[in-house]
């Protein structure tokens, strides 16, 4: 039993991890938050969904979902902060909630507001251990989503888009100054922040098999309590937060009551931002 909600909770925690990381990304080099990120892991369901209805397979309507929320991610840089690039802290926040909404309209004008199903996947292997039991469906969600956070890992600390990517983050002025785009580099980092929840929002579908136009709103929230748990700016932290949010609330719902799970998650929140703002893993500019 133990095992199994082990396994359970690594599989749901892997997508709070992906979403967090998009946050992580964001903050690190504007220093600002992305709310309509949530929406973002919203439009990668719902194209996953979509483009399974028309029959192709998973890994096809993962890359849609991929490309789809990245995309739309670009959309948000472009009119949500790079005009208010010298405005406020709050200016562009409020400009992704407005867009985060305007989202979540046009959703329920194409899907409607009852749940959407994602289709039958056809998945039946069961690998069974004792009293562990692992699916396709467990298998697929782990695969994609731990080769992403490892992707991501090595992309941003071992190539030259993650050398701009720091350096930018640093200081923007100094970067352009060594040949490198500030712009072209917030612009694919807003992508890859947006192609993240956008599959975290596919594998989501998967494990719950329905979603809703307003599953961004919470998911988005979870993702900044991950975020915040694992020490903001720090992917790896990022990692490590959404994997423990995911055994916190597997734990919760298999032992004490789904009512609560709310109530535990958002308390031990509360807890870090008293006890410890600066998470388990604070971030160091120069990584």
Not at 170 to 186: I, L, N, Y
Request: charged fraction near 10%; charge should be positive.
């Amino acid at each position: 039993m133990l095992a199994q909600q082990i396994v359970n909770g690594i599989t749901l925690g892997s997508t709070y991890a992906l979403i967090a990381i998009g946050y992580t990304l964001v903050l690190g080099v504007l220093n600002k938050l992305n709310i309509a990120h949530g929406e973002l892991f919203m439009v990668g369901a719902f194209t996953g969904i979509a483009v399974a209805r028309m029959g192709a397979p998973l890994a096809v309507s993962l890359l849609a979902a991929f490309v789809l929320a990245g995309l739309m991610a670009v959309v948000i840089e472009r009119t949500c902060f790079y005009p208010l690039r010298n405005a406020s802290f709050l200016s562009p926040m409020l400009s992704t909630i407005a867009f985060g909404i305007l989202l979540q309209n046009l959703a329920t004008q194409f899907f409607g507001s009852d749940p959407s199903r994602f289709p039958d996947t056809g998945a039946s292997f069961q690998l069974s251990l004792g009293t562990l039991s692992v699916s396709a469906i467990h298998i697929a969600i782990l695969a994609t989503a731990f080769g992403l956070m490892i992707g991501i890992d090595l992309l941003v600390r071992r190539t030259r888009w993650g050398i701009a990517l720091r350096a930018t983050s640093d200081d923007p002025e100094t970067a352009a100054q060594q040949g490198m785009h500030p712009s072209r580099v917030t612009m694919t980092t807003f992508f890859v922040s947006g192609a993240l929840a956008g599959v975290a929002g596919m594998l989501t579908t998967l494990v719950y098999s329905q979603v809703t136009p307003h599953i961004g709103i919470r998911q988005g929230l979870i993702g900044m309590v991950a975020m915040v748990i694992g020490g903001l700016g720090n992917l790896r932290g990022a990692m490590i937060g959404g994997l423990a949010i995911g055994l916190v609330e597997t734990m919760n719902d298999a032992y004490f009551s789904a009512g609560y799970r709310d109530l535990v998650i958002f308390s031990i929140f509360f807890a870090f931002l008293i006890f410890k703002p600066e998470g388990l893993f604070p971030a160091h500019r120069s990584s």
